[in-house]
């Protein structure tokens, strides 16, 4: 087993490949893999592709070789977030408008694993700010061990969950306490998209020339508004699309907000509810996060709701990414990369995702239901202590 030691001590950063392969040749254990929007934009670098160049396809087929039974995708679960966060952000909206000073905003999104240590150890006396949704990888997680394992008719034990994320903080994340059962983590082992690559090359297979295939079913159904979760601003881009569909009741006259897209350190804009002017922030970077922050403790922050994304660019970015050696053209590409699988994709919106519909009504009941709560939901922990 391979152990990468940060310089600073901060971080460990475990390669759990090993574990992988043990578990895909142990034929008592039933090993799915889900793939978070950001890979399928970056993965082709470590096959010498162009950077931008989508392999979606590739990616599925590539783990079908290696021997997944099922190959899903994280958007299946960031389709999920957007159905429990945006019912979250329109519930708090209400409330605060209706004059309930109990009930505080701006909500902050809290998918990437990174953003959560940081406000924890930084701002833990704002840790109820924050959005109580699980971040993508975790809802999968979580589903996985109880809705999909419950179909297949196998113990969660018995069900091994990998993950493969752009992102080295998504390991810290499946070690998380409150994600484990019996002590049996909802995510077993994260992989990073460079670790994948890896893998890949030591299996001899040859990754262009793989066929086009598609992801398996029911968690790997997805929606435009899932992929964009990759870049900064498209988490925020697909909870409007949704939250304002809930909320208005009417169909959006446009689908594509670009006033929420961009690479700016700090963005924000107004987006029309009709007649209710949602106001939104945008960060990513940690350093930009911490003035947004600064703002709120002081009272000033003007906005409803705020993503916070850590990584440069947002998870196209990301530590276990393919080095971009700071390079801003590539992950402007990765970046175009994604809004063109938005653009492909028959469905574009979280909550028209039909398996998301089918998981609701076979199993959770409505978003932020008690269920959901249990399952989907998550708490913060002051780390000063
Ligand atoms: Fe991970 Fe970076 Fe994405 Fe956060 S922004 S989830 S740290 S890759």
């Given at each position: 087993q391979c152990v990468a030691v940060c310089p600073t001590g901060a971080l460990t950063e475990v390669d759990e490949t090993g574990n992988v392969i043990r578990a895909l040749s142990d034929p008592s254990k039933t090993v799915i893999v889900q793939t978070a929007p950001a890979v399928r934009a970056a993965l082709g670098e470590e096959f010498?592709?162009?950077?931008?160049?989508?392999?979606t396809g590739k990616l599925v087929a590539s783990l079908k070789q290696l021997g997944f039974d099922y190959v899903f995708d994280t958007d299946f679960a960031a389709d999920l977030t957007i159905m429990e966060e945006g019912t979250e952000l329109l519930n708090r909206l209400s409330k605060h408008l209706s004059g309930d000073k109990d009930v505080k905003l701006p909500i902050l999104t809290s998918c990437c694993p990174a953003w959560v240590k940081f406000f924890e150890h930084q701002?833990?006396?704002?840790?109820?700010?924050?959005?109580t949704a699980r971040s993508p990888q975790q809802m999968f997680g979580s589903i996985a061990k109880t809705y999909f394992a419950d179909k297949l008719g196998i113990n969660r034990e018995d069900l091994v969950v990998v993950s493969i994320m752009p992102c080295v903080a998504k390991k810290y994340e499946c070690g998380?306490?409150?994600?484990?059962?019996n002590d049996n983590p909802d995510v077993d082992y994260a992989l990073t998209t460079r670790e994948l690559a890896a893998l890949i090359k030591i299996s001899n297979i040859d990754f262009r020339t793989l066929p086009n295939e598609t992801f398996d079913n029911p968690l790997g159904e997805s929606t435009g508004a899932a992929v964009i979760?990759?870049?900064?601003g498209g988490v925020i881009e697909a909870a409007v699309r949704t939250a304002y569909e809930i909320h208005t009741k009417k169909e959006l006259p446009?689908?594509?907000?670009?006033?929420?897209?961009?690479?700016?350190?700090i963005r924000k804009a107004t987006i029309d509810f009709d007649g209710l002017p949602l106001k939104i922030g945008i960060a990513h970077g940690l350093g930009n996060a911490r003035k947004l922050l600064e703002d709120i403790q002081a009272g000033k922050s003007e906005f409803h709701a705020i993503e916070i994304m850590s990584c440069p660019g947002g998870c196209i970015g990301?530590?276990?990414?393919?080095?971009?050696?700071?390079?801003?053209e590539v992950l402007k590409k990765r970046q175009m990369a994604i809004y063109q699988e938005d653009k492909n994709k028959?469905?574009?919106?979280?909550?028209?995702n039909p398996h998301i519909i089918e998981l609701y009504k076979e199993?959770?009941?409505?978003?932020?239901?008690e269920k959901a709560h249990h399952l989907l939901h998550t708490e913060y922990f002051d780390r000063t202590e």
């Open positions: 010498g592709m162009e950077a931008g160049t989508l392999v701002f833990p006396e704002m840790k109820d700010i924050p959005s998380r306490e409150e994600f484990k059962t979760f990759g870049t900064t446009r689908i594509d907000f670009a006033e929420l897209r961009g690479m700016e350190g990301g530590g276990g990414q393919p080095y971009h050696h700071g390079n801003a028959a469905i574009r919106k979280s909550h028209e199993f959770l009941g409505e978003p932020m239901s």
